[in-house]
């Protein structure tokens, strides 16, 4: 499996930047970026918006961008919350999916080459969703590659 969120810098073209952050929603607060999801709840565990991942995804030549923001306050047990955007052929950047997850690329794949996500969270039985041409969608539920049941 790969891992959409990658733990080295990642490289992004300064030009694109704030126009990632602006199409997530993020504003920016000094040199940080926020979401506003964590105004009044903002802790020592709270991390302002960063690119976690900037790279062709589904293999139409041009990259998609991960963008992430934490905390345990305000995103409880998962920690984390992840904007996926792409980069449209007029320029601009399109918001494919927002989750409170921890977001894992499968190799499995939906629609134009989407890649199957793992939604990452608590527990060892997580969503899986798949692009449907329109939309990331409920596909399955696995852990570690296996199909599982979740608890009710």
């Known amino acids: 499996m790969l891992s959409l969120l990658v733990a080295a810098a990642v490289a992004v073209p300064s ?9 997530a929603g993020f504003t ?16 020592e565990s709270y991390a ?3 690119i ?4 062709d995804v589904n293999g139409d030549g041009r990259p ?3 963008v992430s923001e934490s905390g345990a306050v305000c995103y409880g047990l998962t920690g984390t919350h992840f904007w996926l955007l792409s980069k449209q052929p007029s320029g ?11 977001p894992e690329f499968l190799k499995s794949r939906g629609a134009g080459g989407w890649p199957d996500i ?17 939309a990331y969608v409920q596909n399955r539920f696995e852990y570690e590659g296996r199909p599982c049941r979740r608890p009710r």
Not at 28 to 43: A, F, I, L, Q
């Open 28 to 43: 920016r607060h000094g040199r940080d970026w926020k979401s506003g999801n964590c105004e009044e709840s903002e802790s």
């Open 48 to 50: 302002p918006g960063s």
């Open 92 to 102: 601009s950047w399109k918001l494919m999916l927002q989750e409170t997850a921890m």
């Open 15 to 23: 030009a694109e930047q704030a126009a990632l952050f602006k199409a």
């Open 118 to 134: 793992s939604m990452g969270g608590p527990g060892f039985c997580f969503p899986v969703v798949r692009w449907n041409g329109k």
């Open 64 to 66: 998609e961008a991960v």
């Open 52 to 55: 976690d991942d900037y790279r």
